[in-house]
């Protein structure tokens, strides 16, 4: 709805700001109708798999609780794996003494670690806390364990996205050292079988490393052997998932068994590449919390709670609980491990900020302490443009790298990407791979600092002829890139047509425009055709190259190579047409959709020929940042704003103009006296607050036997002053007509006199002389009559002004004192004062 008039608007928002007080918040714009699940879309785009087996130590020096320990570390990492498509065993050692054992049991055979496979990891992984003396001997097999590990993950090869091995980890367990001395497989006495089985302990870790097997030992206790430990972290295969520190295996140390669960995660989460939050700790009932950074795209919220009786129900930052199977707006949730002494919840697309996890335990089972733990991993998109977009054998290019999350929204905090290295491989007909590390350090060619843009340069090798292939990788810890690549062709010789696209960096809202220029050289004879079109750069075919369709627009592919919502982009004019022999600027806008995700959009503008699609022309980003349409409260506050300062300002007016009208009114010492043959009788004073509106009731008591008094009257009374708005004083005798009075003047009431003090408004300066005036004065033997005069005798203020005659005295202080003249004889009684005038 828009305003047409802004005073209207203006009235009403000040009318809703005095009846109803502060406005809510910003409305939240719902999703479209029938939108696809950002979720579902996204199901086949989740991290890389992980091939894993735990390996425990199940030997004799081990305790009882030190088994449980191990038992709920190796559940940890089963229920705590992010990816669907791992395999994962576990594995118990000991030794083999006598016949009828083994060195090695498998509790869990190799499970696909999806919802299925991780119910059934968090049953099976329980049988390592039971120990069978008649089947595995008390010794500490380490070449058995690892030849087992090794041979059941080398049967699982799999293979990882875009043709990358899935990293194989053997994570062992151990409170000891090497011990065969009474094992017969390594020889006839304790010595030789000693030294045989560092011997075959040193072969395991050379077929491991052969097979591309790491091997993540972690020791707790005060018998560990740290040599042997490091020994076989670095004996076994030293690739990792990136170059980031860390990532590396390397032998790692608890001190007990109580903090191997921490110790084993964040080795696990070392292998695979990802990163852990660790949260808080309490018994149930608790509130427990843990956060997730923005950058995190897959992660699994980790409940170590130890009884399978707690209960764990889930919040997201903001507040709302969560399912435990199926999705929630964007994201995906799944849960495993209630019935056991690990709880995980696994989800895609996680709400970043404080999680709070809820505990609860029925009595008897709330004795023990519960952590919390995140372990996510961001994986993202790698965004590539290649200046020139088709280069020549030997020119240098400039790469630019952006990364955006699966959604297509564009990362550009730095901070969610400390440590990140970036690099670019370029790839092609003939010639050796060649790469390049980018930075986003300002310097040339880089453009800014800071804006989360790798930019770098590339020779182009002189041997390269037809197509190359330009792929980023980035590492960083937690983070991992999709290596999706850029698609272009070398140019030969100068050539025909030449294109250059510049795109507005602007903030629209749903529905808006984004314009763009596209400058065209056809040096040719024949006019040729061009095609614009958007791409998130890794078209279906892995092209940088959109596709469209010869209509007057164009959009986005269908969400399932670009990010979801890009369906929603559209370009137009389509094609162009560059006439020969000149230079052509062709005007273009991007509409962005009624549902395109709101945030930083991603994506490129690419221009082809039509005649070589294959060899793109030029790609530009689009930086486009797509923001809500301001609520009611963002358009109209600047008139709300001023509707509120008017009747601020109003109201502070009236305030004040009512503040002065009371302070007019306040009789507030105002003086009354009483007196009888010039002698005072009585005097009553007029305190604060008794004169409630400006009214003050009183009466005059006569007892018999005692002179009369004066006293308040509540709730109304016989006599009444009061002051006008004006600041007149106005009374009124025996409830008959109000007459003016100024200060000093006498009143008859009953058989005395009645004469106000003191009764100028407070807030008003000494009145001036002023001429004679006909007054009304009560008689005394005259009830109700009055006389008309000239009054004369003399005035006398405080301050010192004095005078006689006619009129109000001379000047001087506030109060006046009426000194009566020669009295006149009305009732033959005696004299009461001189008048003058006709009565």
């Known amino acids: 709805m828009q305003w047409r008039h802004p005073r209207s608007a203006l009235f009403l ?68 794996e992010i990816s669907d498509r791992s395999h994962a065993t576990v594995i118990g050692f000991g030794s083999s003494e006598k016949a ?36 595995m001997g008390p010794g500490t097999d380490f070449p058995a364990a690892i030849r087992q590990a090794v041979s059941r993950l080398t049967e699982a090869a799999g293979s990882g996205t875009a043709g990358k091995t899935t990293p194989k980890v053997v994570f062992l367990l151990t409170d000891g050292k090497l011990d065969v001395g009474d094992s017969p497989e390594y020889g006839t006495d304790p010595a030789s079988r000693q030294a045989n089985g560092a011997k075959r302990l040193d072969e395991e870790l050379a077929r491991a490393r ?55 995660q964040e080795a696990f989460a070392g292998a695979r590449c990802a990163r852990v939050s660790h949260g808080t700790v309490g018994k149930p009932p608790a509130d427990l919390y843990v956060t997730i950074p923005p950058i995190a795209t897959d992660g699994s919220l980790t409940v170590s709670k130890h009884d399978p009786k707690v209960r764990v129900t889930y919040y997201d930052p903001n507040g709302r609980k969560v399912p435990t199977h199926g999705t929630f707006e964007d994201s995906a949730f799944e849960v495993s491990g209630e019935d056991g002494p690990v709880e995980a919840l696994r989800v895609k697309n996680p709400l970043p900020g404080r999680w709070r996890i809820r505990v609860e335990a029925p009595e008897g089972h709330d004795g023990q302490e519960v952590a919390v733990r995140a372990i996510w991993q961001g994986r993202l998109r790698s965004v590539l443009t290649l200046d020139p977009a088709a280069p020549r054998a030997g020119q240098q290019a400039v790469v630019e790298v952006r990364m955006q999350t699966r959604r297509g929204v564009v990362i550009t905090d730095p901070g969610q990407l400390e440590g990140i290295g970036v690099t670019v491989e370029l790839s092609g007909d003939g010639f050796s791979p060649v790469s390049a590390r980018l930075a986003d350090d300002g310097r040339a060619p880089d453009r800014r600092a800071g804006d989360v843009r790798f930019t770098g340069t590339l020779t182009v090798p002189a041997g390269a002829a037809g197509k190359l292939r330009l792929i980023a990788r980035m590492s960083a810890p937690g983070v991992t890139s999709d290596e999706r690549p850029l698609y272009t062709t070398t140019t030969v010789g100068t050539p025909e047509i030449t294109a250059g696209l510049s795109v507005d960096r602007v903030t629209v809202h749903p529905g808006g425009t984004v314009h763009g220029t596209l ?52 370009i137009s004019p389509a094609t162009v047409v560059a006439p020969p022999g000149k230079q052509t600027s062709v005007a273009f806008t991007v509409t962005v959709g009624e549902g395109t995700p709101l945030g930083e959009l991603g994506g490129q503008v690419a221009v082809v020929d039509t005649a070589d699609p294959d060899r793109p022309l030029d790609t530009a980003f689009l930086d486009v940042s797509v923001a809500p349409w301001p609520t009611w409260w963002e358009t109209y506050w600047s008139y709300v704003a001023g509707g509120a300062a008017v009747l601020a300002l109003l109201g502070a007016f009236a305030a004040v103009r009512l503040a002065a009208r009371r302070r007019r009114r306040a009789l507030a010492g105002t003086r009354l006296e009483l007196r009888r043959d010039g002698r005072t009788l009585d005097t009553l004073t007029i305190r604060a607050g008794q004169s409630v509106g400006g009214e003050f009731h009183f009466t005059v008591d006569e007892v018999r036997g005692a002179a009369p008094t004066l006293r308040r009257a509540r709730g109304g009374g016989a006599h009444r002053l009061r002051r006008n708005g004006a600041g007149e004083l106005l009374l009124r005798l025996n409830r008959g007509r109000e007459e003016p009075v100024r200060a000093g003047e006498a009143f008859a009431v009953d058989d005395c006199e009645l004469v106000v003090q003191g009764a100028r408004p407070p807030d008003r300066t000494a009145r001036t002389a ?60 005696g004299t009461r004062g001189t008048w003058n005038g006709d009565f």
């Open 519 to 570: 400058s065209v050289t056809n040096n040719g004879t024949a006019p040729r055709t061009l095609r614009l079109s958007l791409t998130d750069g890794t078209g279906s075919d892995g092209s940088g190259a959109g596709t469209a369709g010869p209509d007057a627009s164009a959009t986005t592919g269908d969400g399932a190579d670009g990010p979801p919502g890009a369906a929603q982009l559209g």
């Open 770 to 829: 002023r001429t004679p005036r006909t007054a009304r004065t009560r008689i005394p033997g005259f009830p109700g009559a009055a006389r008309s005069g000239t009054r004369t005798g003399t005035r006398t203020r405080a301050g010192g002004g004095s005078g006689t005659g006619a009129g109000d005295g001379g000047a001087g202080g506030d109060d006046t004192t009426w000194q009566p003249g020669p009295a006149l004889d009305t009732d033959g009684t």
């Open 13 to 80: 928002a000040g009318a809703l700001l005095a009846l109803s007080g502060p406005f809510g918040g910003p409305a939240v714009a719902a999703p479209a109708a029938g939108a696809p699940s950002t979720a579902a879309s996204q199901a086949s785009d989740g991290p890389d798999p992980i091939d894993f087996a735990v390996v425990v130590d199940q030997s004799a020096s081990l305790a009882d609780k030190d088994l449980v320990r191990e038992t709920e570390a190796a559940a940890l990492l089963g229920q705590g």
């Open 100 to 135: 009828g054992q083994s060195p090695v049991r498998e509790v869990c055979p190799l499970i696909t670690v999806d919802e299925a496979g991780r119910r059934k990891l968090s049953d099976c992984v329980q049988g390592l806390s039971r120990r069978d003396s008649a089947l």
């Open 210 to 264: 052969a097979a591309g097997v790491q091997i993540w030992p972690l020791g707790f206790g005060s018998g560990i052997d740290k040599a042997a430990l490091t020994a076989m972290a670095e004996g076994g295969y030293r690739g990792a998932c990136s170059d980031v520190p860390g990532a590396t295996p390397r032998m790692r140390v608890a001190a007990t068994s109580a903090e191997i669960d921490k110790a084993l």
